[in-house]
């Protein structure tokens, strides 16, 4: 039986090759910024003899990986075992004989996307993660991309991997960015929120918001409260609702923000006001 995830319907917008290739991506950065990190020479002193040689046997294991999920796309799009053979340098037998095991693991995981772990009430992605909740990897994709290369596409990951694209080229909808955030952060958010937009938000509403934050259900996000912060440099829809247990946390989800600055920005503040900062 195919099992159910909170991601289900966003996963259901991209085709097995799109989630491939998605996955293909978040490897390709994941080297990239290995790789990055790799050529700083600020700490060559504090680092043990022999450990720069540690680090490149750790990118090029991570390269191996990076080769599996090019396999598995390309698969996916209709390559042949031979058609993959021939840029390995190898037969067709050998070259599935490799990587058949892992093509076999990514097409058992969309049957089985999750396990429980031993307590039987968290999930644990069979999938990778970023054809587990494809989204999320594509906001993070698309930010990373752009701010560090000279592509000037707004979506240069997502744009071309949504199935049924706009056959006049329009772009896809800006993302929604999502979090959870003490509750006792939820003003400090605002605030600055309000700030990166240069809009008109003054104590006395930040107090309304966190007064105001409703229970309700994940969703059932018609029932969250819903506050615009028009600014002159955005206009922003803050939603915000309590959907755990725990009270004390309040989950936020932003819409409006189509600068990928902006959304690098906000995308700081979750990381940095959430529960575990």
């Known amino acids: 039986m195919t ?12 085709t097995r090759a799109a989630l491939a290739r998605l996955v293909l991506s978040h490897a390709g950065v994941g ?28 990118l090029r294991e991570y390269a191996d990986h990076l080769l599996t999920r090019a396999v598995i796309f390309e698969r996916e799009r209709g390559s042949s075992w031979e058609d993959i053979a021939h840029f390995l340098g190898t037969d067709a037998a050998r070259a599935r004989e490799c990587f058949a095991p892992a093509v076999e693991r990514w097409e058992r995981a969309f049957e089985e996307p999750y396990r429980l ?24 994709l698309d930010l990373t991309v752009r701010l560090r290369t000279y592509f000037d596409d707004p979506y240069p990951v997502s744009g071309a991997l949504r199935a049924g694209p706009s056959p006049d080229g329009t772009p896809p909808p800006d993302y ?22 240069d809009a008109d938000f003054v104590p ?36 915000v609702a309590t959907v755990t247990r ?4 309040v989950d936020v989800v932003v819409t409006g923000a189509t600068d990928a600055k902006l959304r690098l920005r906000i995308d700081t503040l979750f990381a940095a006001l959430g529960p575990d900062a």
Request: proline share 3%.
């Open 31 to 58: 080297l990239a910024e290995g790789a990055a990190n790799l050529a700083i020479t600020r700490f060559d002193d504090q680092t043990g003899l022999g450990g720069r040689v540690s680090e490149a046997v750790a």
């Open 117 to 140: 772990d031993g307590t039987g009430r968290k999930r644990v992605p069979q999938l990778p993660t970023a054809a587990y909740d494809p989204e999320t990897a594509c906001r993070q």
């Open 246 to 249: 725990d009270k004390d946390l």
């Open 176 to 197: 929604a960015l999502d979090g959870r955030i003490s509750r006792g952060n939820l003003g400090s958010f605002m605030h600055l929120l309000a700030r990166f937009t």
């Open 204 to 239: 006395t509403d930040w107090d309304a918001v966190v007064a105001c934050v409703r229970s309700t259900d994940e969703d059932d996000f018609a029932m969250w409260d819903t506050h615009s912060m028009e600014g002159s440099t955005a206009s922003l829809h803050v939603h």
């Open 3 to 14: 099992q159910h995830t909170p991601y289900d319907a966003a996963r259901a917008t991209f």
